[in-house]
C-alpha cells in the first residue's frame, strides 16, 4: 500500500520560513516525480514544484520562483519543500504527490497517482 505522509505545516509570519516534508512508503521512490501541490482558500487545487530526481532540474509555478525549493533524498524516500520568503497568500493546504516519470509535462494533478492527506501552512501577523 503506498502512503505518502505530509508534515511541517505551521502557523508563521511573514518573510518566515517552514520546511515541509513528505514520507513516502509502498513505491519506488526513484521512480516518481515529487510534487506540491497546494489549495488556497476558495481556490482549486494548483502545482506549486516538481523534482524529476537525478539529472533533472526542478520546476516551479511563477510565484515561488526564488523562494520556494523542492529536494528529494531518494536513500529516505522522501520529498521536501523549503518556503522562504513567506507571503500570505502563501496560506493553503499543501500536498505532496507522486507521478510515474514521462517525457510529459508534469505539471497537471491528473498526472500523479497519489496522493497525502495535505498540510496546512498560514502565513499571518
Do not use: C, M
Given at each position: 500500500?503506498?502512503?505518502?505522509?505530509?508534515?511541517g505545516g505551521a502557523l508563521v509570519q511573514p518573510g518566515g520560513s517552514l520546511r515541509l516534508s513528505c514520507a513516502t512508503s509502498g513505491l519506488t521512490f526513484e521512480d516518481f516525480v515529487m510534487a506540491w501541490f497546494r489549495q488556497r482558500p476558495g481556490n482549486t487545487r494548483e502545482f506549486v514544484a516538481h523534482a524529476r530526481g537525478t539529472g533533472y532540474y526542478p520546476y516551479y509555478?511563477?510565484?515561488?520562483?526564488g523562494r520556494f525549493t523542492i529536494s528529494r533524498d531518494d536513500a529516505k524516500n522522501t520529498a521536501y519543500l523549503q518556503m522562504n520568503g513567506l507571503k500570505p497568500e502563501d496560506t493553503a493546504v499543501y500536498y505532496c504527490a507522486a507521478g510515474k516519470r514521462t517525457t510529459a509535462s508534469m505539471i497537471p494533478s491528473e498526472k500523479y497517482?497519489?496522493?497525502?492527506?495535505g498540510t496546512q501552512v498560514t502565513v499571518s501577523s
Open positions: 500500500q503506498v502512503q505518502l505522509v505530509e508534515s509555478r511563477d510565484s515561488v520562483k497517482e497519489y496522493w497525502g492527506q
